[in-house]
T-cell receptor, first 115, second 115 residues
Framework: DAGVTQTPRHEVAEKGQTIILKCEPVSGHNDLFWYRQTKIQGLELLSY????????DGGAFKDRFKAEMLNSSFSTLKIQPTEPKDSAVYLC?????????????FGPGTRLTVL | GDSVTQTEGQVTVSESKSLIINCTYS????????LFWYVRYPGEGLQLLLK???AGQKGSSRGFEATYNKETTSFHLQKASVQESDSAVYYC????????????WGSGTKLIIKP
């Protein structure tokens, strides 16, 4: 069974550009998460989908970050416009039935550098 | 608010020696915290190491153990004898069972094994 896949693995963007990160969850999983990881802030939740419905939109990340789940097997995270402070690793994870305790399966991440 | 604290950013242990990685939590808005340890081995994605959802219980996996101590609000990770293959970054996290409450993450502890 394939795990969570993320593309691209690395992305370099100029300030002000729009970038789209992609994620394919584990087949059959109902929950999908987008996280941002930086050395200073650690792991922060950006978005959470339950059966394709947006459950959590990340509060402070709302204005320039938009996650979508077009179908049960594909999600995108758009950052528009990018800023240098967005440089981070973006992780996608999925879970069969999260409920606050099920295992989350993580992808390898996309390392974003904004110049 | 709710938080997880890992006081050591890096721990160095000699091979075959014992290990303890500290984790304490604050769960002011969570009635029934669930506690997790996730691990990221070099070149791999984050993966669940163990979890405990009941206070007083112990979880174990791959020779690692952690006991959910409600009195001291701690969930320290221990191993009796480490191996070089245990070199990784370990993350403590908490959530609330029965809800879609997000995972609250610690800052991570990098474990370095000396041969």
């Amino acid at each position: 069974d394939a795990g969570v896949t993320q593309t691209p693995r690395h992305e370099v963007a100029e300030k002000g550009q729009t970038i789209i990160l992609k994620c394919e969850p584990v087949s059959g999983h109902n929950d999908l998460f987008w996280y941002r990881q930086t050395k200073i802030q650690g792991l922060e939740l950006l978005s959470y989908f339950r059966s394709k419905s947006l459950m959590e939109d990340g509060g402070a990340f709302k204005d320039r970050f938009k996650a979508e789940m077009l179908n049960s097997s594909f999600s995108t995270l758009k950052i528009q416009p990018t800023e240098p402070k967005d440089s981070a690793v973006y992780l996608c994870a999925s879970s069969l039935d999260w409920g606050g305790y099920a295992e989350q399966f993580f992808g390898p991440g996309t390392r974003l550098t904004v110049l | 608010g709710d938080s997880v604290t890992q006081t050591e950013g890096q721990v160095t242990v000699s091979e075959s020696k014992s290990l303890i990685i500290n984790c304490t939590y604050s769960a002011t808005s969570i009635a029934y915290p669930n506690l997790f340890w996730y691990v990221r081995y070099p070149g791999e994605g984050l993966q669940l190491l163990l979890k405990v959802i009941t206070a007083g219980q112990k979880g174990s996996s791959r020779g690692f153990e952690a006991t959910y101590n409600k009195e001291t609000t701690s969930f320290h990770l221990q191993k009796a004898s480490v191996q070089e293959s245990d070199s990784a970054v370990y993350y403590c996290a908490l959530s609330e069972r029965g809800s879609n409450y997000q995972l609250i993450w610690g800052s991570g502890t990098k474990l370095i094994i000396k041969p």
